[in-house]
């Protein structure tokens, strides 16, 4: 199968305050297949360093190396240290032939800002049919997001769910704090809290997870599918966020899920991905079959709409001819 890729760049709507500094654009690589019939396939391989995947630099340097035609020998060669590039060329391969796929829309999570904004910011996405929300904790004092929180759990539906994602940023003596509120005030409505403490403390997070009543799920400890390998057999029993884009061949979460691991421990999430990717993980949600709100809500940063013909992937191959330069093979 003969195949092209591009590197494009692409400017972010709005800034993107990260605990790695401001991001202002997003990089990628997009791949496009082409069998000996003519049939195209696409695929998007969307590395994000500062979120534990490896660099555009290192898939840079693959697509360098792969010869100019594609098998599936030589893409199950890629290493499990570019699990971006795993993906990316994965779905692509599937998807040749295939395009364009039949998707279905599923829930996706409202993010809302941190602090107070979030007591007016939900009820808009509510209008629109969201009941799945998400408010970032460990910016203020406990003592100031709690007072915030009661109003908000207050004001919420009985049928609105809410995540909590503290990114790591809370200490153990501060988790058990918020967890022992939580259990007594979360009145039903709080899902679960993400990524409570930093990753390396991974036994405090074990040791939470075993003791406290509110769910847990674990973002940045885990994104890639040997990540998440790692801390089944630690026996982890909360969640899981899984960040397709990030995660490596979607094929290692089938086996997962053959095996056993329980589809509702799964929160699916953006690395805000292209249009390439999105509409690839949509696809493979047609075999995950997601039980929560998808964490996708990322349109405030990034335009990443689902392509629904090959006149979309035409479209979208094209588009950032302007941010990138251009290789072809
Ligand atoms: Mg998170």
Request: aromatic share 10%.
């Amino acid at each position: 199968m003969r195949w092209q890729w591009r590197i494009y760049e692409e400017p972010l709507r709005e800034p993107l305050a990260t605990a790695q500094g401001v991001w202002r654009s997003r990089s990628g690589i997009y791949l496009r297949l082409e069998d000996e019939q003519g049939h195209v396939g696409y695929g998007e391989i969307a590395p994000l360093p500062g979120w534990g995947s490896e660099t555009l630099s290192a898939d840079i340097a693959l697509c360098q190396q792969l010869p100019p035609h594609l098998t599936p020998e030589i893409i199950a060669t890629i290493p499990e240290a570019l699990p971006a590039a795993q993906f990316g060329f994965v779905t692509a391969w599937q998807s040749v032939g295939q395009l364009p796929y039949r998707l279905r829309p599923w829930p996706i999570c409202a993010l809302l800002g941190s602090g107070r904004v979030a007591l007016e910011q939900w009820q808009q996405p509510w209008q629109q049919g969201q009941t799945t929300f998400k408010w970032k904790v460990a910016v203020l004092s406990p003592e100031e997001e709690q007072g915030i929180l009661t109003t908000l759990l207050a004001a919420l539906p009985q049928v609105a769910k809410l995540r909590l994602d503290a990114n790591g940023g809370w200490d153990l003596a501060t988790a058990e704090r918020w967890f022992a509120w939580l259990d007594r005030h979360g009145n039903g409505k709080i899902e679960y809290v993400e990524q409570p403490l930093p990753p390396d403390q991974w036994q405090a997070l074990l040791t939470l997870a075993q003791t406290v009543t509110t769910a847990i799920a674990l973002d940045e400890s885990v994104v890639s599918a040997t990540e998440v390998q790692h801390w089944l057999e630690r026996g982890w029993p909360g969640l899981l966020v899984i960040k397709p884009a990030l995660f490596g061949s979607p094929e290692r979460l089938n086996v997962l899920l053959r095996e056993g691991l329980e589809p509702q421990r799964l929160v699916f999430s953006s690395a805000l991905e292209g249009a390439i990717a999105r509409t690839a993980i949509f696809q493979c949600l047609e075999t995950w079959q997601p039980c929560r709100a998808l964490g996708f809500g990322i349109e405030r940063w990034r335009s990443a709409p689902l392509l629904t013909s090959l006149a979309d992937y035409d479209a979208e191959w094209h588009r950032l001819d302007n941010y990138g330069k251009n290789y072809y093979k």
